[in-house]
């Protein structure tokens, strides 16, 4: 796929399986050749023009349209089951040996910090190896939240698990922040309205010492 005229470049655009990032290329400066993740494959070439004017135009604003394909219904459907089945750092479960992410889920929905609106569409598991430093994380392009199976213990108030499953639904609220802030005053504010909030921190630190 040959695009003209990208921030007065030429660009072609291969796509193929990759992990953890969305894109990579290389240019000599009149010419690139970008290999994007096969997940936007069959992404309309405006789409795909779109982000591409983003990463090389060095214009203002994030790429909307990409953003609308990513966010679309179509597209979380079509793609999370390749996501979730290529991805090995996944239990594929929201029950843990000794916590549940789906009562932690309705426990901050009782509390009335989520919706159930909230959860609508998102899936949620217990990643394998238990992360310390990354607790919890929202795969907004497939709105799938992991949570470390670190969090899988009695050792902890079950209210740690919540703030950090809490915490990811904040993300997964926002949708795709591309060329956007993630953690802006709006999200920080939400953040700290959970009761309890300096203790559960002061107690996530401890588990990261």
């Known amino acids: 796929m040959r695009f003209e005229g990208i921030g007065k470049m030429t660009v072609d655009v291969e796509f193929a399986r990759m992990s953890g990032s969305l894109c990579r290329y290389s240019t000599d400066g009149n010419h690139v050749t970008m290999i994007m993740a096969d997940y936007l494959e069959d992404a309309p070439p405006d789409v795909i023009e779109d982000y591409l004017r983003y990463v090389f135009s060095k214009r203002s604003g994030p790429p909307r349209r990409f953003i609308e394909h990513i966010s679309s219904e179509g597209f979380i459907s079509s793609q999370r089951p390749r996501f979730l089945a290529r991805s090995r750092r996944f239990t594929l479960s929201t029950e843990g040996e000794h916590r549940s992410l789906a009562d932690s889920l309705e ?12 959860s609508e569409g998102v899936y949620l598991t217990w990643s394998r190896h238990p992360s310390v430093s990354v607790l919890g994380t929202c795969h907004s392009m497939f709105r799938v939240i992991s949570v470390s199976n670190a969090l899988d213990t009695d050792a902890l108030p079950e209210d740690c698990l ?12 926002q949708g795709a922040r591309i060329g956007m802030r993630k953690h802006d005053a709006e999200f920080r504010r939400e953040e700290r309205a959970f009761p309890g ?5 002061a107690d996530l630190a401890r588990l990261r010492n």
């Open 197 to 201: 909030y300096e203790r559960i921190k």
């Open 107 to 118: 426990r901050l929905i009782e509390m009335g910090m989520l919706s159930r609106e909230d």
């Open 162 to 173: 919540d703030f950090v499953l809490y915490h990811e639904f904040l993300h997964a609220r």
